[in-house]
């Protein structure tokens, strides 16, 4: 069940949006996001729920195929007017309640936009929920498995204990492709999670990883263990213990949601149930003498690289003592 509250975006949204819409009634609806004009709710005359985008342009924009659940389209209305229909094409509980999430974060991140280039945001934002609104559980690599157990790990049980959650889930900037997976106010950490069968050294898989552009760097390594005990947590606990933090607010919860949505619709279900509890974890001051490769010190012509760091050299800048400091104050 995900868990839906009031906040502040209830001055713009209804928290179900076609609660007031008994009978069919497209074309015509009632406004979806109140504070633009062009998106709308209604039922059509299938009785079936859909939000449409209203607006000049788009003559040369195609809907999307190949989506689960939804059907996407392009209408022509008159003197160039389009619409872009989005429409629930199944009907349990839990694919409307998704289903208005969407639709309430494509009309919130996309409102700025005009034109056609309004109907390609909307298609890439409703594209970007595709695993949420239907996983795929085709299975995570080993890598992706790890590598989200660890940052959830951070995010759910460090971070959100420190600070507000909702303040966390806008910290936490990984999933956006951003450099660093959580940037504070002057401080980044990269966050680099691995099993206990290889703890010697850590691995870095881009020029940009540990590539300082805040006032400090840091580098948290998590080595976890599969666990059948008690103090084994899975991946589905860590996320719906967010969830569960993010509660009093839909606007955080939303983008939670969303930053989500990739990998975790992949895991498959032997992944979201699989234990794994922390062995060690060490945060380390990324300082100039850090041993690391930066776009400093490469030269231009080299596109990407990969490299491994033995963790016995870099003791020296193991500040894990001070973790929670170095958080609660970054």
């Not at 009785?47 to 989506?67: A, K, M, P, T, Y």
């Not at 490469?298 to 170095?326: C, H, M, P, Q, R």
């Amino acid at each position: 069940m995900i868990m839906m509250t009031m906040n502040k975006y209830e001055a713009f949204f209804k928290d179900d949006p076609w609660e007031q819409i008994k009978e069919p009634c497209y074309p015509a609806g009632r406004r979806l996001y109140l504070n633009d004009g062009r998106f709308w709710v209604s039922r059509n005359d299938k009785d079936q729920i859909l939000f449409f985008v209203h607006e000049i342009g788009g003559r040369s924009v195609n809907g999307l195929e190949n989506l689960e659940g939804v059907e996407v389209r392009i209408e022509e209305i008159k003197n160039d007017e389009y619409r872009l229909c989005c429409i629930l094409t199944v009907t349990d509980a839990e694919m409307r309640e998704k289903f208005s999430i969407v639709s309430k974060d494509v009309a919130h991140h996309c409102s700025q936009f005009k034109g056609a280039q309004l109907f390609i945001q909307v298609q890439e934002r409703i594209k970007s929920w595709a695993n949420f609104l239907k996983p795929n559980r085709c299975g995570l690599s080993q890598s992706e498995f790890v590598g989200l157990w660890g940052e959830l790990y951070v995010v759910s049980e460090l971070l959100m204990n420190i600070h507000s959650p909702s303040d966390v889930v806008r910290f936490w900037v990984g999933p956006e492709g951003k450099k660093q997976d959580i940037t504070l106010n002057s401080i980044a950490i990269e966050v680099k999670a691995s099993l206990s069968g290889d703890p010697r050294s850590i691995q870095i898989s881009s020029i940009d990883q540990l590539d300082r552009i805040t006032e400090k760097l840091y580098l948290l390594h998590l080595i976890a263990n599969p666990s059948n005990s008690e103090l084994g947590i899975t991946l589905e606990t860590l996320y719906q213990n967010c969830l569960r933090n993010l509660a009093h607010d839909i606007g955080a919860e939303t983008l939670f949601l969303q930053k989500t949505s990739e990998l975790y619709g992949k895991a498959n279900e032997g992944q979201l149930r699989e234990k794994l509890s922390i062995v060690s974890l060490s945060l380390f001051d990324v300082r100039d003498d850090f041993p690391c490769i930066t776009r400093e010190v490469i030269n231009l012509g080299i596109a990407s690289v990969k490299y491994e760091i033995l963790v016995s050299s870099i003791k020296k800048f193991d500040v894990t003592d001070d973790i929670e400091g170095i958080i609660k104050n970054g």
